[in-house]
């Protein structure tokens, strides 16, 4: 996967967030997560564009680490909308799928990237 298949990945991951909190009910959890969820979601993939821009390698990797942090609270609030019964865990899956599996691929990068930047220090070291 190239960094624009990424970009588009994280827009549609993005866009499928939007959908899910304008679907929340509308009464104070479903707000308060809704907004949530929205901020945390659709950050990824600014982030990632950033890190695309980045001034450096360690600038790069800074980002990245941010896009990490983003997808892991999204996974949190998609957690939570499953489990308070806003919406059924079935109708989630994909999402939560689709949540983790760019988590996996942002985390790959981030290792590849500290390999990259300091290629002497072995992976118990360089977290």
Excluded: H
């Amino acid at each position: 996967m190239n960094a624009n298949d990424l970009k588009n990945r994280l827009k549609k991951f993005a866009l499928r967030i939007i959908k899910l909190s304008e679907s929340l009910p509308n009464n104070t959890t479903g707000i308060t997560l809704g907004k949530q969820i929205i901020r945390s979601g659709t950050s990824p993939g600014a982030n990632y564009r950033a890190a695309c821009l980045g001034k450096s390698d360690k600038d790069f990797l800074n980002k990245l680490k941010m896009v990490e942090e983003e997808l892991d609270e999204t996974l949190y609030w998609l957690e939570l909308i499953v489990e308070s019964g806003l919406v059924k865990s079935n109708l989630l899956d994909d999402l939560i799928k689709e949540n983790e599996e760019l988590f996996k691929i942002i985390v790959s990068s981030i290792n590849t990237m500290k390999k990259k930047i300091n290629p002497n220090k072995n992976d118990s070291e360089s977290k």
